[in-house]
């Protein structure tokens, strides 16, 4: 039974397309983000969602849009997607609570790639 | 803001060999650290984490990492690598306090040979 689940796996299309990717969790966390991951692997966190609320938004174009319908879902929509959109993006998620920072559980993530 | 440097983009060990992987962090008060691998085509799976207390952590996979104050390092290790050892491996420090996002190294490739 998957933790943290992403589709599509692979997403091919054309510059100015709109599309969707979509993330779902059942392990009952509170917390969901979107990383994006460059082709030299560098990973940088985009958006965090905490009971559907945006709590981390990191200077990411506006054509990126997340969407949290509830707790356990958050998809990222991305609109005229551009060369430089072409990316792996994972979805994590982890049960935020006291000070201490806990495990954040990572999705198989989507490849994007915009020709 | 807190930051982690990863020096060794690439390494390469024997199967059997020890490996130590790099992680050097910024930041004032003592942090919680994380290692995280990724495999080929694969998210990432955390091994080990440092908040407080001992500072020789033990995580899965026969992993250890060792938290040293005086030297801002937080160095991942294992005595004996197994050729699917081979991957990605990134240490991650929150982004600043009370934020629950990482911030990321960028990360070590391990190649392991036969």
């Known amino acids: 039974d998957t933790a943290v689940s992403q589709t599509p796996k692979y997403l091919v299309t054309q510059m100015g397309n709109d599309k969707s990717i979509k993330c779902e969790q059942n392990l009952g966390h509170d917390t969901m983000y979107w990383y994006k991951q460059d082709s030299k692997k560098f990973l940088k966190i985009m958006f965090s969602y905490n009971n559907k609320e945006l709590i981390i938004n990191e200077t990411v174009p506006n054509r990126f849009s997340p969407k949290s319908p509830d707790k356990a879902h958050l998809n990222l929509h991305i609109n005229s997607l551009e060369l430089g959109d072409s990316a792996v993006y994972f979805c994590a998620s982890s049960q935020q609570g006291g000070l201490r920072p806990n495990e954040q559980f990572f999705g198989p993530g989507t490849r994007l790639t915009v020709l | 803001a807190q930051s982690v440097t990863q020096p060794d983009i690439h390494i390469t060990v024997s199967e059997g060999a020890s490996l130590e992987l790099r992680c050097n962090y910024s930041?004032?008060?003592?942090?919680?650290l994380f290692w995280y691998v990724q495999s080929p085509g694969q998210g990432l799976q955390l091994l080990l984490k440092?908040?407080?207390?001992?500072?020789l952590v033990q995580g899965i996979k026969g992993f250890e990492a060792e938290f040293k104050r005086s030297q801002s390092s937080f160095n991942l290790r294992k005595p004996s690598v197994h050729w699917s050892d081979a991957a990605e491996y990134f240490c991650a420090v929150p982004m600043d306090t009370g934020r629950r996002a990482l911030t990321f190294g960028s990360g070590t490739r391990l190649q392991v040979q036969p």
């Open positions: 440092y908040f407080s207390g001992d500072t």
């Open positions: 930041y004032g008060a003592t942090p919680y």
